[in-house]
């Protein structure tokens, strides 16, 4: 196990990861057992849609929607999954644009289209806010007042944890996983860590030697014990927001990407859709909801982390937790694109995100799209006839932020500037302020 996963919990104190026994279902809800966290988080739930309650006050506050929280109802194919959240905030930027991408070196007879889901937002970019969308809906029922969540050092999922919880008025605290050269210093404004620090997020450091001996579960349960004691409410959020809950964003982009096509123009049909994979939620909703619904595009995955078999059993835990009664390795496929390791890139992979962001205009992050697209245009070489007459939709997981970490190791390869040439002579011809 990588130290992008290392210790990931599936369940956790989550509402949705426990055992049920009923289904919310078509607007009403029928009955059903509820243990532990999930009975709390439900009553929870329950007790605010009555008449004059979040909804309600909601919409005293804000227009258009934006941070809003909504009754959730799934998409009528997947309302065979259990349990179903019965909340959701909107918090990112939907329905993200589809376009065509004419990647550099498209083999003959493919065609790629590309999902912007990293122009969710801004603050709020990238993949994490569809899942978030639904985390922090369970968090605010279950009268949480703080955030506890983990990730690597540039986490984006850390930094869109900070900033939607602030939007919703709660704290966060954010172990971050770093080198123990550098555990004890302070830990910058690169990337990242400028956003969360920006938002007010606590920030606790941790070696990657104490992360990999311990694990994050461990990690979460020891803060929240400690903020517990000092009188807070914190819920805890899985690395990347990866449980069976945070599942259902990207449940809910399929239900979009299905909407989208259907409004489009010309009949845009998709038969793969690919995206990167670091902690499994991103592909466990995808990879469902395909199945599911009437787009049955098959979902390659390009791990960035963890080996393949790691994230079979992981997405298998994810849909478990959702009673879909599927195998996981006939829902998707997934492969290796880690390469020298997470989060490290070789200078190869760093060529191809610019030649791409000069080709397209697109910028892929290093760490996580930068490396699918690398690995699935690869074997679009090797093996062009797998991908011949398919048109393939890329799902852009956002990351920007953490291009930011790699400044030292793209500058190199960024020629293009030089001193404008005016020469003496150019008399100025009119206007005289500074930026005119
Ligand atoms: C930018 C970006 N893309 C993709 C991923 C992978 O998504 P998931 O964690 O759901 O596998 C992550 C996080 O791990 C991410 O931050």
């Given at each position: 196990m990588c130290s992008c996963s290392a210790g990931l919990l599936r369940g956790g104190s989550f509402a949705i990861a426990g055992p049920a026994t009923g289904l919310r279902h078509g607007g009403g809800l029928r009955r059903r057992r509820l243990q532990g966290s999930d009975r709390t988080s439900f009553a929870a739930s329950m007790s605010s849609?009555?008449?004059?309650g979040p909804d309600q006050e909601a919409s005293r506050h804000y227009i258009g929607g934006f941070l809003a929280r909504r009754s959730y109802e799934p998409p009528a194919w997947a309302?065979?999954?259990?349990?179903?959240?019965s909340f959701v905030y909107n918090l990112g930027h939907f329905p993200t644009p589809i376009h065509k991408w004419n990647l550099?070196?498209?083999?003959?007879g493919t065609e790629v289209w590309i999902k912007?889901?990293?122009?969710?937002?801004?603050?709020?970019?990238?993949?994490?806010v569809r899942k978030l969308e639904f985390l922090l809906a369970d968090a605010v029922a279950q009268g949480a007042d703080c955030i506890v969540t983990v990730g690597g050092i540039q986490s984006n999922h850390c930094r869109a944890t900070a900033v939607a919880a602030r939007y919703l008025n709660l704290d966060s605290y954010l172990i971050l996983r770093t080198a123990k050269r550098l555990v004890?210093?302070?830990?910058?404004?690169?990337g990242n860590l400028l956003v969360e620090r920006l938002v007010g997020a606590h920030v606790d450091l941790i070696s990657r030697e104490e992360y990999a001996a311990i694990g994050s579960v461990v990690l979460a349960d020891l803060l929240k014990e400690r903020l517990v004691n000092e009188g807070r409410k914190p819920y805890i959020i899985p690395v990347g927001g990866s449980n069976s809950l945070g599942t259902w964003g990207y449940i809910e982009a399929i239900r979009e990407i299905e909407q989208q096509v259907q409004k489009g123009q010309g009949d845009v049909d998709f038969d793969d859709i690919v995206v990167a994979c670091g902690s499994g939620g991103t592909i466990a909703g995808l990879s469902l909801g395909s199945w599911l619904s009437k787009l049955k595009a098959k979902v390659h995955a390009f791990s960035v982390c963890d080996s393949p078999d790691y994230f079979y059993d992981y997405v298998q835990g994810l849909i478990d937790g959702l009673q879909a009664g599927l195998s996981s390795r006939d829902l998707v496929d997934i492969r290796d694109a880690k390469g020298l390791g997470y989060a490290m890139s070789t200078t190869d992979e760093l060529k191809f995100v610019k030649r791409v962001a000069e080709a397209t205009g697109v910028v892929l992050d290093p760490v996580y799209s930068g490396k699918a697209v690398y690995r699935m245009l690869k074997d679009m070489a090797e093996n062009p006839a797998a991908w011949r007459g398919r048109r393939v939709l890329f799902v852009?997981?956002?990351?920007?932020?953490?291009?930011y970490d790699k400044v030292e190791e793209v500058a190199p390869l960024l020629g293009n500037w030089r001193r404008m040439a005016v020469g003496e002579a150019v008399p100025r011809r009119d206007g005289a302020g500074k930026m005119f």
């Open positions: 849609s009555v008449a004059g309302s065979q999954l259990s349990p179903v959240p550099p070196d498209l083999p003959e912007r889901d990293d122009l969710s937002g801004m603050q709020l970019s990238g993949n994490k004890d210093d302070d830990p910058g404004l690169t852009h997981t956002g990351g920007l932020l953490g291009l």
